[in-house]
């Protein structure tokens, strides 16, 4: 039978997967606990883009004097997350997201704001900072591309100074869980894009950070690989207490893994909430679905539905999909009327899916990409 | 652990990595064949044509020769095609979310860039060399078996050696952070490492004129200094002093080098990855 890594974790006996302690992380003190893990404060990026002219004319006067244009990647970002959250960090292409993880992650540098994890300024205390995070980005591997997949996990061991017994324990368990077992000798660049997924996320946490980020870490997986990458991400989190911030694309791995949403768009925080607070932002819209007991006609049911709070009736075979704004008509209201009218032999109430709430929210402040 | 550590599991596991290109090894070995077969018949010549005593006999010379053809590999003469496509793609960035310094981190992988083929290509030229060519009858023209002396003082020589053009390397390496690609360092660094570091025309044949320009510039370690210390060219006596001259070279440009990134880091991190 085949058992997903959540059941296999809770099957598990001992073999714990085990952060580094205090200590060795380089003198992370008790004392920050009372802060929150990571503070963000008006944090500002501005990349500064040399225009090109258009023309012949334009490039020579290009040779002489470039016209630079300011881009304000982040125009003043504020969030605090403490240990143990998961947050999905959300937003259109362009918004900011990725910016926002590299500053997080130490390897860019903001114009203005604070950072503080931990107690470190990422982009100050690069070396120690980065001995403490762990970091996957969905778009390329951090592995080396022509190592076999445990040479890697070696380097990286050595890399991250792990003591061979902490590391044997959470190689075995990413192992485990990650079931990379059959990978392990395979060259990098021989993995499926799954495959290559799953080592990363093992390479990320060999040296048992307690603060992970994921930049779109299910790009491009099939269904199967995203489900198991949840999975994981989801044990981590409760398990072992690690937090993560995930940036995506796909409002399924938010509905899936985050409690907290953090909406960006135009170089600033629109929302940060969780799921209800976002869909209550772009209004009340629910979606009931009804099971006729006959064929109705489209005519028939819109006429006798028409009214307040309804905006759109489809009708296929027995089956209807009414949308209607819960704000004005009581979901309860509305299924009363249809119930007396028809025979009903089932139905219920959805939320629409979160995509069509964040497009919205994005179309409201003038970023969609459509 | 100590504190080299990682560094030292990056130029392991690098190395292996590179070992695995044995083809291009071979291809290399003959192309260094030929090439040492005509140098080495040119300057046979010249000394047949010369008159009066040479800085260095013919033995010295045709030592000279088989090593370079050796460790060519080993000269500064290109950048690392690998971080090259990390440069162009943006990737150099990520390097930044290791817990290492960076630039210790980019010497110890340009270290088995350096070494790794170089090691490939070395052995089977010396074995035809110094082995293959007597075995045919062609003694005058073989690797000559160096004295004890001579194989220590240069292997110290070759690894001091080693350290410079890794040195230079990476600072060709740091370049490309502003010019973004290797091509106008990989068109110009040939031309004077391979004249400057002995390999074309060993550095003693040169006038007598450029002689105190060419002792004091950091190229000779790469070549001129190992090779002759291996054919006693350079005594023994004097080997300590030239390998210091070296290593001196190599902490300026490490030193230098060190600089550059800090200041290239500043703009990979402004300009984002």
Known sequence: ?370 | MSRLAPYTAVVSARYRNLLQYRAAAFAGFVTQLFWGSIRLMILAAFYAAAEGPQPMNMVEVVAYVWLGQALLGMLPWNTDADFKEQVTSGAVAYDLLRPLDLYGYWYARTLAFRTATTTLRAVPMVVFAMLLLPAFGLAEWALPVPSVTGLIGFLAAITAAALLSTAITVLAHISMLWTLSGEGVDRILPSFVTILSGMIVPLPLFPDWMQPFLSWQPFRGLCDVPYRIYSGNIPITEAANEIAFTLAWTVVIVWFGRFLLSRGVRRLVVQGG
Not at chain 1, 204 to 231: S, V
Not at chain 1, 301 to 327: H, M
């Open chain 1, 1 to 370: 039978m085949p058992r997903s890594p959540l059941e296999r974790l809770e099957a598990r006996q001992g073999r714990p997967y085990t952060a580094r302690p205090a200590a060795a992380r380089g003198g992370q003190s008790d004392g920050e606990s009372s802060m929150s893990q990571i503070e963000v404060r008006n944090l500002a990026k501005v990349f500064r883009v040399a225009e090109r002219r258009a023309g012949l004319l334009g490039a020579f006067r290009g040779l002489v004097s470039r016209r630079m244009r300011d881009v304000h990647a982040l125009a003043g970002v504020d969030f605090d997350i403490e240990r143990g959250e998961l947050v999905g960090y959300i937003g259109p292409n362009g918004a900011g997201k990725s910016t926002t993880i590299k500053i997080l992650a130490g390897i860019l540098t903001p114009t203005g704001g604070t950072c503080t994890i931990d107690g470190l300024t990422p982009w100050r205390d690069r070396r120690r900072h980065a001995a403490r995070i762990g970091v996957v980005f969905g778009q390329r591997t951090q592995l080396w591309w022509d190592l076999p997949v445990i040479e890697s996990f070696e380097l990286l061991q050595r890399v991250y100074r792990v003591p061979e017994g902490l590391f044997a324990s959470n190689r075995d368990r990413m192992v485990e869980l990650l079931r990379l077992g059959p990978l392990l000798d395979t060259p990098v660049r021989q993995l499926s894009l799954g495959q290559r997924m799953r080592a990363d996320l093992a390479a990320a946490l060999l040296h048992g950070p307690k603060l992970l980020f994921l930049d779109e870490p299910t790009i491009g997986l099939d269904a199967a690989a995203k489900l198991a990458m949840r999975d994981f991400v989801r044990t981590l989190n409760r398990e072992e207490g690690v937090t993560v911030v995930l940036t995506t694309h796909d409002m399924d791995d938010i509905e899936a893994l985050c409690e907290r949403i953090m909406v960006i768009g135009q170089g600033r925080i629109l929302i940060d909430g969780g799921i209800d607070e976002l869909r209550r932002r772009v209004g009340n819209e629910r979606v009931l679905i009804v099971d006729f007991e006959e064929v109705l006609r489209l005519a028939a049911l819109a006429r006798e539905l028409d009214g307040d709070g309804v905006r759109d009736v489809r009708v296929t075979g027995k089956r209807a999909r009414i949308a209607f704004d819960a704000g004005v008509v009581a979901p309860a209201a509305l299924i009363a009327r249809v119930t007396a009218r028809f025979e009903v032999h089932d139905l219920f109430v959805e939320h629409p899916p979160i995509e069509h709430t964040v497009a919205d929210l994005y179309a409201e402040h003038g970023q969609g990409e459509a």
